[in-house]
Nanobody, 114 residues
Framework: QGQLVESGGGLVQPGGSLRLSCAAS????????MSWYRQAPGKEREFVAT???????NYADSVKGRFAIARDNRANTVDLQMNSLKIEDTAVYFC????????WGQGTQVTVSS
């Protein structure tokens, strides 16, 4: 059974940076597309960024140019570097793995506040 564990969340001021990490286990990581999603209070979960098994990336328009997703197939991790953070980036951030099945992590809280 696949497992995803996110880390790196916290409190940061507007304009600051955070790096989230997702550690995967229990499945062949390199074969899976890996993504980050987020869910703000009172809102639906939304797509943030994805990196395919072949390494191609895609981003939500709201984070393009500020966030960067990267995977390490030797360490079985996928990171999300978040720069120029805005108050509206405040959310719980989730890691997702997808191939024939989908795995989700438990999420890590990111709060952007002055």
């Amino acid at each position: 059974q696949g497992q995803l564990v996110e880390s790196g969340g916290g409190l940061v001021q507007p304009g600051g940076s955070l790096r989230l990490s997702c550690a995967a286990s229990g499945f062949t990581f390199s074969l899976y597309d890996m993504s980050w999603y987020r869910q703000a209070p009172g809102k639906e979960r939304e797509f943030v960024a994805t990196v395919s098994s072949s390494g191609s990336t895609n981003y939500a328009d709201s984070v393009k140019g500020r966030f960067a997703i990267a995977r390490d197939n030797r360490a079985n991790t996928v990171d999300l570097q978040m720069n120029s953070l805005k108050i509206e980036d405040t959310a719980v951030y989730f890691c997702k793995a997808r191939r024939f099945v989908t795995y989700w992590g438990q999420g890590t809280q990111v709060t952007v506040s002055s």
